[in-house]
């Protein structure tokens, strides 16, 4: 293995054709010899650049409708053959076998065919089979082969040869290698993800799980930790697709409470009317909803004043001005809409430290995928928590039957609480929440301490009573004994909405009925974790 390599045939094969007329010309000006395959080899020689089709390397033409093409010894000999091994280089002399030092190779768009929705046969044809064999032989062989998988490499690589005199050096080999095994280790994920999404498979045997880089953090959740940021290529709509208007990059909290206010916000679809959800340490600390997007933030702002400070803000509609003017009348680390006016940015702009994104729309709720959490050892992957209710989903198991102003606001809050770590309660009036308690270990705890925490903003606000009065509660699972639904009680709560199905159901509805409360049962529990 040697350190400088002077390439002198490259092959082309790529699916992406961005950037690689200019690049073409590099490494012909370089005197690299090219060779290629089906329509790069056309658009290179129209171009006017000289260039050789993989098959008169080979002997033999494309077939099978461009299925088998490189799959061929003169091919993978020309690539893995080690320079400095004399019974490497005998077999080549004896079989007629150029080395190939140089590999360009993008693979089919399979994860665009699939997210574009195409048929099966349409995917399963956009399966490469000769891009990865390649990339993976050139990529073992880095102590003499470069390996250029991605279109963003070559400037990099025109820069490399620049100022190595038409030669690179191994440690840039080394680091073409690690990004062309990363980039078909991803592609067999994709396909594997897809083909057992086709059959139905929930647990394969094997799971794997890959991204591309989006962004590198200066550390994670704490300054001795670092970090990184990649995308799945889902385009599910939110941080990972937003535009950045103003502000320094975000984060490694800031992108995971971004993400957290953005799906919570997503519940609300904007033909219901403006909301808007306040989020720190990735929970609520409010959320509200009124006629216009000024007073959905006002209330829900008015939940928690304290912890909205240095929070993370997500709304449901475009930004406008009115509700820019209100937001920066305290600090706010990021707000994340999906679209907003120039009015608006104009605003923000005097506020240096404030990052301002848009999505362009809001996520789907209902859409499914997975989520996995490292543990020791391994991985849990289940489906996204996509579970969603409509007024005919709920059983009222109580003598009193909620009104119809309590059956709006429990709907509410239970759409909030499936967003708040558990043990989580979420007490409701009039479309915001007035009291959250999250991530309690005691699920009397969680209803104490929203309880509390709405008794100190009605200090605030100068009201003589709590937040609470007159609300309905939301419970994430449901109470295995009567005291904590006792404990809403004493807070002001009418109704409550909450999963059921505890062998202490019984004694948890006879409580409501003897408090007056209306209880309504979901058969769904939000457990977050």
């Known amino acids: 293995m040697t350190d400088l390599v002077a390439p002198r045939r490259a092959l082309i094969s790529v699916s992406d054709k961005t950037g690689l007329l200019d690049f073409a010309r590099v490494l012909h000006q370089h005197g690299v010899e090219l060779i290629s395959t089906g329509g790069t080899s056309n658009m290179l020689r129209t171009a006017g650049l000289p260039v050789k089709d993989v098959s008169e390397i080979t002997g033999f033409p494309e077939m099978m409708d461009g299925r088998v093409k490189t799959l061929h010894p003169k091919v993978h000999g020309g690539l893995l053959a080690l320079r400095d091994n004399p019974d490497h280089v005998a077999a080549m002399e004896q079989h007629g076998i150029g080395p190939i030092d140089m590999l360009i190779v993008n693979l089919y768009p399979f994860e665009e065919t699939v997210a574009k929705g195409a048929d099966h046969e349409t995917c399963i044809e956009n399966i490469d089979i000769g891009g990865p064999a390649m990339i993976r032989a050139a990529s073992k062989n880095h102590g003499f082969v470069a390996v250029i998988t991605d279109p963003a490499d070559y400037a990099v690589a025109t820069e490399e040869l620049r100022a190595n005199n038409g030669q690179t050096t191994l440690a840039f080999r080394q680091k073409l290698a690690l990004t062309a095994?990363?980039?078909?280790?991803?592609?067999?994920?994709?396909?594997?993800?897809?083909?057992?999404?086709?059959?139905?498979?929930?647990?394969?045997?094997?799971?794997?799980?890959?991204?591309?880089?989006?962004?590198?953090?200066?550390?994670?959740?704490?300054?001795?930790?670092?970090?990184?940021?990649?995308?799945?290529?889902s385009k599910r709509e939110g941080v990972s697709t937003a535009r950045q208007w103003q502000g320094k990059e975000l984060s490694y909290n800031n992108i995971n409470d971004t993400d957290a206010a953005f799906e919570l916000v997503s519940e609300f679809a904007p033909v219901d009317g403006p909301a808007c959800a306040i989020i720190k340490h990735a929970n609520p600390c409010g959320v509200g909803r009124a006629a216009s997007l000024k007073e959905a933030y006002v209330r829900a702002y008015q939940c928690d004043q304290t912890s909205a400070f240095g929070g993370i803000v997500a709304l449901n509609q475009p930004l406008d001005a009115e509700t820019a003017e209100e937001i920066v009348k305290i600090f706010t680390e990021v707000v994340i809409a999906p679209g907003a006016s120039d009015e608006a940015k104009a605003i923000f702009a005097a506020k240096?430290?404030?990052?301002?994104?848009?999505?362009?729309?809001?996520?789907?709720?209902?859409?499914?995928?997975?989520?996995?959490?490292?543990?020791?050892?391994?991985?849990?992957?289940?489906?996204?928590?996509?579970?969603?209710?409509?007024?005919?989903?709920?059983?009222?198991?109580?003598?009193?039957?909620?009104t119809e102003a309590e059956l709006a606001d429990l709907l509410?809050?239970?759409?909030?609480?499936?967003?708040?770590?558990?043990?989580?309660?979420?007490?409701?009036?009039?479309?915001?929440?007035?009291?959250?308690?999250?991530?309690?270990?005691?699920?009397?705890?969680?209803?104490?301490?929203?309880?509390?925490?709405?008794?100190?903003?009605a200090e605030v606000l100068g009201l003589p009573h709590p937040l609470t009065k007159g609300s309905v509660v939301a419970s994430d699972a449901f109470f295995p004994f009567p005291d904590g639904l006792l404990t809403a009680a004493e807070a002001g709560a009418t109704a409550v909405i909450q999963p059921g199905g505890s062998m202490n159901d019984d004694k948890v509805i006879a409580a409501a009925d003897d408090a007056g409360l209306a209880m309504v049962f979901t058969g769904m529990r939000h457990f977050r974790h």
Do not use: C
Request: proline share 3%; hydrophobic share 40%; aromatic share 8%.
């Open 181 to 233: 095994y990363s980039r078909t280790a991803a592609y067999d994920t994709a396909v594997s993800t897809w083909l057992a999404g086709q059959i139905g498979e929930t647990a394969p045997r094997y799971r794997s799980f890959a991204g591309k880089l989006a962004q590198g953090l200066r550390y994670g959740e704490n300054p001795h930790q670092g970090a990184a940021f990649y995308t799945d290529g």
């Open 352 to 402: 240096k430290n404030l990052r301002l994104l848009t999505t362009g729309g809001l996520a789907n709720p209902a859409a499914g995928g997975l989520a996995f959490k490292q543990v020791a050892g391994g991985f849990l992957v289940q489906d996204r928590d996509n579970g969603a209710l409509s007024l005919a989903d709920l059983k009222v198991v109580t003598k009193r039957a909620p």
């Open 412 to 457: 509410f809050a239970w759409k909030v609480a499936k967003h708040v770590k558990s043990n989580a309660i979420v007490y409701v009036k009039d479309g915001a929440t007035v009291g959250v308690g999250a991530g309690q270990m005691s699920r009397v705890d969680s209803t104490r301490i929203a309880a509390r925490k709405s008794q100190d903003m």
